[in-house]
């Protein structure tokens, strides 16, 4: 017999778990196996108390909503996850043409990987300097000051080799 979750909770984790950025991170925050976590979510497993315990703590939201719909949502909304913003991909093309364009200009080479790194690197030092991040026309006004700091950066390490680069990870 197959088991049987009851609709609420898996909407409701469905949404938690949605909210938190999705089923890969939320099985990393829990260490429940992202394969165990999606039959939770498919409705094929039902998930044992203590693992619902884990999804309710590591969500940010209380175990009674969870488990029942009942009580406040959040356990502590200083608590909870942050929620994750999708990338913009107009914007993101926006800094990757910036990135390739200064690079080329000051005469610096990466290869492929590398300068997708330093493009995500860019596209989240806007989305970080910015007041609204979602507020498009902020986030294009934060263009030039994105340019003017990667040049600025390429010539200094230009100028004193070793002193602009980047700690290897």
């Known amino acids: 017999m197959e088991p049987h979750l009851e609709a609420g909770f898996l909407d409701r984790l469905k ?8 089923p890969k991170l939320a099985a ?23 693992n619902v315990v884990k999804l309710s703590q590591s969500l940010g939201r209380s175990l009674e909503w969870l488990a029942t ?21 107009a914007l993101f093309r926006q800094v990757g043409r910036l990135v390739a364009r200064v690079h080329k200009e000051e005469g610096v080479r990466l290869p492929p990987d590398a300068l997708l790194g330093e493009q995500a690197d860019a596209y989240n030092a806007v989305i970080t300097r910015a007041e609204d991040p979602a507020d498009p ?33």
Do not use: C, H
């Open 15 to 22: 949404l938690a778990i949605k909210e938190s950025g999705g």
């Open 28 to 50: 990393e925050r829990t260490g429940i196996p992202l394969g165990t976590l999606n039959k939770y979510l498919a409705g094929t497993s039902q998930p044992p108390f203590n």
């Open 69 to 89: 719909g009942e009580g406040e949502m959040l356990t502590d909304a200083g608590q909870a996850p942050p929620p994750v913003r999708a990338i913009d991909p």
């Open 137 to 169: 026309a902020e986030l294009e006004a934060l263009l030039p000051w994105l340019e003017a700091r990667l040049r600025r950066r390429l010539q200094t390490a230009a100028a004193a080799p070793g002193t602009g680069k980047r700690p290897a990870s």
